[in-house]
Structures are given as structure tokens and as C-alpha cells.
């Protein structure tokens, strides 16, 4: 079932919606599970990605937050960030439980990479609880033997490709159209727009947040959060220039993605990794193209049919498929919203994001000392840039082009199948072991 607006765009806390927003989301289902089992011990073993960089990306400290209830859309990052890594125990609805944490850097169960699984020991010996869940990207997470748990959604314009997407919107006009009558299907017509209204705000909020932090990022790197020091220099009189308008996008852009590396709240679009793009693409849109608020929603309206389309049929997970799924996504998501706002025909929007996705495929997914900082930040900083300059090349064209966005989306889903390992967000290649961790 294609993933709904609301999905693909969740409040969450930094720094990846893969390792931390996931493994928080399955940490506390098994811990309402268990609310009245007589817990003794509870051990859980990670795979993928999730074993080889969740220390950089707060894997442990994520879990550990979720078994004590807390979810990623209301916690305090300031208190996961304060959580103990791996403690010896954790309380369980008021019973203290011996805890376990276990990396598998190799080998784990077929299917997604990044499989969690959880086993819960009774007083007596006895195994009362063994599930294994998967991250497959977004904050999405799926559980090994469980059908899928959102309830069937008969959808007006349900589509499986972009060439359907496409003939929906040329039916109803756009493409923004077919997601809002999709998502009225899923909710009230009349709480559409305020839902909307409040992403995008959640969005501009994680911006400004960006904007006035400064300091040094956690972690080895030593990494300086730059965007404070960038908004002071693009402020300064003279500073305007024939390229103005893109250093704004890519301050914006970084200040999201330091505001996530440092554990943050945002907003993932469609992951943490990626999650500037949109947002910097929306208040270029508003800056320097005259765009309002119906405007931002129309836009991520259209963002979310392109982001469920790469879902449904390729990935949105650094691990599986690279940066390409990640930061390539958001781009094709960003470029077909501008396109949108901008008056874009159907096929134009549809050619913007297959524009923008085409000049991303093969990109690695390869973080140095397993955090998500460099090259993560810069790269969406460079991603907005794309995306902006894909809904314009896509708007001076009529639509039709020669690689079609459903090709492009399967090009990157084989391009993630042929990619080695080392570059799915591993860490074990590229930039990753080019660059001295520390």
C-alpha cells in the first residue's frame, strides 16, 4: 500500500530516521508487549548498518528510550542524548530487567539489513518474547512474520507507477490533487490542510533551530556547526550577488541537517539524512518565488506521490541502496514540489523529480566515523541546489522527455542491488576509511 503524505513526513529527533527513529518506534513496542511479563533479562541483537554505525547514529541510546516508553514524535532529545548508552539494566514498567546489547557485523537474517532482534527471558528461563524487526528507512519498521499493521485503505487513485500517477493527475490537474484525494480517504477532508500547515511549520522550525545553534557537533569529528556563521555572512550588506539565492538554499538545508546530526527534532523527508532538502526548497519557494501557504501544502503534496512511488517500488534506505535512496529521493521529492508550485503540468512535475532522482543514481552512502555529518550535510546542501535546478530545466520543457521517472526509479533499485555493501552506509569504504575518523 503506497505510504500516505503523513508517513513519508514524520516529526522525529536526529540523527537518522534509520537507526534512531526506527530501532525507538520497535524498542517500544516490544516494551508495551511485555508491560505485564515477568521480564528478567532482555537482550537485542542488531545487524546491517544498524550493528556496524548505530553508536554514531544513537542506535543504543534509541532503544534504550523506547523500551522506557518514550516515542521519537514527543521526546526530549536533550534526555535521549542523556540516556546511558548500554546500561546494565533498564526498568520495564517499574521491574528491572538485566540488558544485553549485541552487534552482528556479520552475517544476520536474509531479507532488509537492518533487522533488530529482541529476546525477552522470564524469571523461569523461559523465552517469552523473541520478534525481529527491520528499519527499511524513514522511521519505517516492519516485523518478521507480521503482516503489515495499517488497516486496507481503499484509495480513489491508487497508482503503481508514474505513468498511472500521471494519468491520475492529468485527470484531476495535478498532482497535488490525486495525494489530497488519497489522503481524504485516510482522514477528514477538513483536517487535510492543518496537518499540512503544521509539517511545514515543523519544518521551518527545525530551520531557525539550525540557524542559531553553534558549537561543535558530538562525536569524533569534531565537526563546527557552520550555518550561524554562514547566516551572519549572507546577512552582511553587499553580500547579494547572481548566485544569492542558492547559498540561501544551502544554508537552510545544512542548518536542518546540523540541527539533526546533533540529535534535533525534524522532520524526516523522506529520511533524517536527507531531511533539508525539502524544507530549504520550501522557503526558497516562499523567498524568492512568492509561494504562500497553499502553496507549501500543494508542494508537499506532490513531494509525498513521488517519495511513496521510490518506497513502493525501490527504497528510501540508506542501507539498502545507498544515498541515493536517501538524499536522491529528497531531491526528486523537492524538485517535483517546486514544479508543482511553480504551475508545473503533470508530466513536467513527473520530469523534474525523474530529473533530479537520474542525477543521483550510484550515489554512496558512506559516513565517516559511522556519524551522520560529513559528507551528509554538505550533500544536502548540493541536493536542494539539484532539485531547484530540476523543476526549472523540467519547466522550461513541455514534459516529455527520454528517461521516463519510472525507469529512473528502476534504475536505482538495480543500481542499489549491484552496489557493494561497503558503501550502504556501513561505513567500511568510500569517504569513510579515505578520511581519518578522528
Known amino acids: 500500500m503506497l505510504a500516505s503524505t503523513f508517513e513519508l513526513f514524520r516529526v522525529g529527533i536526529g540523527p537518522s530516521?534509520?537507526?534512531t527513529v526506527g530501532p525507538m518506534r520497535a524498542a517500544r513496542r516490544v516494551s508495551e508487549a511485555l508491560r505485564d511479563a515477568p521480564v528478567r533479562e532482555l537482550r537485542v541483537v542488531l545487524h546491517g548498518s544498524l550493528a556496524l554505525t548505530g553508536r554514531g547514529h544513537g542506535t543504543d541510546r534509541a532503544l534504550v528510550a523506547g523500551l522506557l516508553g518514550e516515542d521519537p514524535e514527543t521526546v526530549d532529545p536533550a534526555a535521549v542524548l542523556a540516556l546511558e548508552r548500554v546500561p546494565a539494566t533498564v526498568r520495564l514498567h517499574g521491574r528491572e530487567v538485566a540488558y544485553w546489547l549485541d552487534l552482528q557485523t556479520r552475517g544476520g537474517p536474509v531479507g532488509h539489513p537492518n533487522a533488530m532482534r529482541f529476546v525477552a527471558v522470564g524469571d523461569d528461563g523461559a523465552v517469552l518474547a523473541d520478534r525481529t524487526f527491520r528499519s527499511i528507512g524513514g522511521g519505517f519498521v516492519t516485523e518478521d512474520g507480521v503482516p503489515d499493521e495499517r488497516?486496507?485503505?481503499d484509495l480513489p487513485h491508487a497508482y503503481a507507477s508514474a505513468a498511472e500517477l500521471l494519468a491520475c493527475a492529468d485527470a484531476l490537474g495535478s498532482v497535488s490533487a490525486v495525494t489530497a484525494a488519497n489522503e481524504a480517504a485516510r482522514r477528514p477532508a477538513e483536517e487535510l490542510e492543518p496537518a499540512l500547515r503544521a509539517i511545514a511549520r515543523a519544518m521551518d522550525e527545525a530551520i531557525e533551530r539550525g540557524l542559531r545553534a553553534e558549537g561543535v557537533l558530538p562525536g569524533?569529528?569534531?565537526v563546527r556547526r557552520r550555518a550561524a556563521r554562514l547566516l551572519a555572512d549572507?546577512?552582511?550588506p553587499g553580500q547579494d550577488g547572481p548566485l544569492e539565492a542558492l547559498e540561501w538554499v544551502g544554508l537552510w538545508a545544512m542548518a536542518v541537517n546540523e540541527e539533526n546530526a546533533a540529535g534535533g527534532r525534524i522532520v524526516t523527508a523522506p529520511t533524517n539524512g536527507a531531511a533539508g532538502i525539502l524544507p530549504a526548497v520550501l522557503r526558497y519557494a516562499q523567498t524568492f518565488e512568492g509561494a504562500g501557504d497553499d502553496d507549501a501544502a500543494r508542494m508537499l503534496l506532490a513531494a509525498s506521490a513521488v517519495?511513496?512511488?521510490i518506497k513502493d517500488k525501490a527504497s528510501i534506505s540508506g542501507a539498502e541502496v545507498g544515498c541515493q535512496g536517501e538524499v536522491g529521493s529528497a531531491a526528486a521529492m523537492a524538485a517535483a514540489a517546486l514544479a508543482e508550485a511553480l504551475g508545473g503540468t503533470p508530466a513536467q512535475?513527473?520530469?523534474?523529480?525523474?530529473?533530479?532522482?537520474?542525477?543521483?543514481?550510484g550515489m554512496t552512502c558512506d559516513p565517516i566515523a559511522g556519524l551522520v555529518q560529513v559528507p551528509c550535510i554538505e550533500r544536502n546542501a548540493i541536493g536542494a541546489g539539484k532539485?531547484?535546478?530540476a523543476a526549472k530545466l523540467a519547466l522550461r520543457g513541455d514534459g516529455r522527455h527520454v528517461v521516463s521517472l519510472d525507469s529512473a526509479i528502476e534504475a536505482m533499485r538495480r543500481t542499489g542491488l549491484d552496489m557493494n555493501?561497503?558503501?550502504k552506509e556501513t561505513s567500511r569504504g568510500g569517504l569513510a576509511v579515505s578520511v581519518p575518523a578522528c
Open 17 to 19: 530516521s534509520s537507526h
Open 387 to 389: 532539485a531547484i535546478a
Open 349 to 361: 512535475v513527473l520530469n523534474a523529480a525523474e530529473i533530479a532522482l537520474e542525477h543521483h543514481l
Open 151 to 153: 488497516a486496507p485503505v
Open 220 to 222: 569524533p569529528l569534531g
Open 234 to 236: 549572507l546577512a552582511a
Open 421 to 423: 555493501d561497503k558503501y
Open 307 to 309: 517519495g511513496a512511488l
